[in-house]
């Protein structure tokens, strides 16, 4: 399977320690180079992508993606011209509007709720509460109460 994935997931996992998530549940991603470059702005996060052999960086073809900058930030239209340019099978992508313009080219995305509640499908974690709560708690993640009210009654929790 290939994936491809924005900076907030990664980013996100970091923060609340379950980045071995992502290889657990995709094996190897691949990142774009301004996803890279967003990611390495913090010290850490770019110690840890730099050791990693399951994180690919690839760069975009600059003339694919002219369209998107002027709706989506660098990393997020990266990642959706990688995603066309190799014919990945998932793009891992949290902001509303980069989501729906992938959706709307066909492309299937899954952010890091979708991910959590896989992880705990797949017994990879105990609990999505508490990576939930952990996200917003260290993350500064934001969820509409209903929507996390609606993700636990779907997990059982």
Request: glycine content about 4%.
């Amino acid at each position: 399977m290939i994936v491809i994935s924005d900076t907030s997931v990664i980013s996100n996992l970091l923060q609340i320690q379950q980045i071995n998530l992502l290889p657990q549940l995709y094996g190897k991603i691949i990142i774009p180079t301004a996803v890279y470059e967003e990611l390495s702005f913090i010290p850490k996060q770019k110690i840890f992508i730099d050791a990693q052999d399951w994180i690919s960086i690839v760069a975009a073809s600059e003339n694919k993606m002219p369209d998107l900058l002027d709706y989506l930030d660098k990393g997020e239209a990266e990642a959706i011209t990688i995603y066309k340019e190799i014919k990945a099978d998932l793009l891992l992508i949290d902001e509303l509007r980069g989501r729906t313009i992938a959706r709307n080219m066909g492309i299937p995305v899954i952010g890091i709720l979708g991910m959590i509640i896989r992880a705990k499908e797949f017994d990879l974690i105990k609990s999505v509460k508490d990576l939930v709560d952990a996200l917003i708690s260290t993350a500064n993640f934001r969820i509409h109460p209903k929507l996390y009210k609606q993700i636990l009654t779907q997990v059982n929790e």
